[in-house]
């Protein structure tokens, strides 16, 4: 059953961390209002959106007349709201380690992405670097090690943690990366196809993939 609530999330569907916010939207089963900011059009410069988030950028959620930025803290903030299980209140260690997967996410995973795509998206490079690539495996790696012993990443049961890492990971997925090498991250991947916004996930996941793959002369993972 859905939930209704007086919120408005700003989000573009090229942004791993924006995918990560409407993720957890889908999984919490909340009806807000959910719009677009075109990034490559500067709608996120204008100056209707500067007075919603100075930040220029995206995901910003406005809920009344409370505004938060920075993706992590809003799915942090929507499972806290609405007292979800996705973001365990009564165990302090299982807390602990969604909130430890979730900053791993964010100074690992999400670094990776940004140091692959944004050379290419904002610099013009033509080539990824042998480095940038070499830092996908050695993450995806990690993120196999972590399933060793549970089936999701912050334990048995689904988290907050594996919808943020699913926007990272769904976006290197669609740039032809192999995951049989990772064999427990594979099986995870396959399991999160069944939840809510998968889809929706894949698709901008997918279309960030082909606006790489337009600027580069080379294959985007090769």
């Given at each position: 059953?859905?939930?209704?609530?007086?919120?408005?999330?700003?989000?573009?569907?090229?942004?791993?961390?924006?995918?990560?916010?409407?993720?957890?939207?889908?999984?919490?089963?909340?009806?807000?209002?959910?719009?677009n900011i075109?990034?490559?059009?500067?709608?996120?410069?204008?100056?209707?959106?500067?007075?919603?988030?100075?930040?220029?950028?995206?995901?910003?959620?406005?809920?009344?007349?409370?505004?938060?930025?920075?993706?992590?803290?809003?799915?942090?903030?929507?499972?806290?709201?609405?007292?979800?299980?996705l973001y365990?209140?009564?165990?302090?260690?299982?807390?602990?380690?969604?909130?430890?997967?979730?900053?791993?996410?964010?100074?690992?995973?999400?670094?990776?992405?940004?140091?692959?795509?944004?050379?290419?998206?904002?610099?013009?490079?033509?080539?990824?670097?042998?480095?940038?690539?070499?830092?996908?495996?050695?993450?995806?790696?990690?993120?196999?090690?972590?399933?060793?012993?549970?089936?999701?990443?912050?334990?048995?049961?689904?988290?907050i943690a594996?919808?943020?890492?699913?926007?990272?990971?769904?976006?290197?997925?669609?740039?032809?990366?192999?995951?049989?090498?990772?064999?427990?991250?594979?099986?995870?991947?396959?399991?999160?196809?069944?939840?809510?916004?998968?889809?929706?996930?894949?698709?901008?996941?997918?279309?960030?993939?082909?606006?790489?793959?337009?600027?580069?002369?080379?294959?985007?993972?090769?």
């Open positions: 059953m859905s939930r209704k609530l007086p919120m408005t999330l700003y989000h573009n569907c090229f942004s791993p961390p924006s995918r990560m916010a409407v993720l957890a939207v889908r999984n919490l089963a909340l009806e807000i209002d959910v719009r075109d990034i490559y059009k500067g709608e996120q410069n204008t100056p209707e959106y500067l007075r919603v988030n100075p930040l220029h950028q995206v995901p910003c959620l406005v809920h009344e007349n409370f505004v938060l930025t920075e993706s992590r803290a809003i799915i942090m903030y929507l499972a806290s709201l609405t007292d979800s299980p365990p209140t009564n165990d302090l260690k299982k807390r602990a380690l969604v909130d430890s997967r979730l900053f791993f996410d964010a100074t690992n995973s999400f670094v990776a992405v940004k140091n692959f795509a944004r050379p290419v998206l904002r610099s013009g490079v033509k080539k990824i670097p042998s480095a940038a690539r070499e830092d996908i495996k050695i993450l995806l790696n990690t993120l196999d090690s972590f399933l060793d012993k549970s089936e999701w990443f912050a334990g048995d049961e689904m988290t594996d919808l943020a890492i699913l926007a990272s990971v769904g976006t290197i997925k669609c740039w032809g990366v192999n995951f049989k090498e990772f064999p427990k991250l594979n099986g995870w991947f396959e399991k999160c196809k069944n939840l809510p916004g998968f889809s929706e996930n894949h698709e901008g996941s997918q279309a960030l993939a082909e606006k790489l793959s337009k600027l580069l002369e080379e294959p985007l993972w090769k």
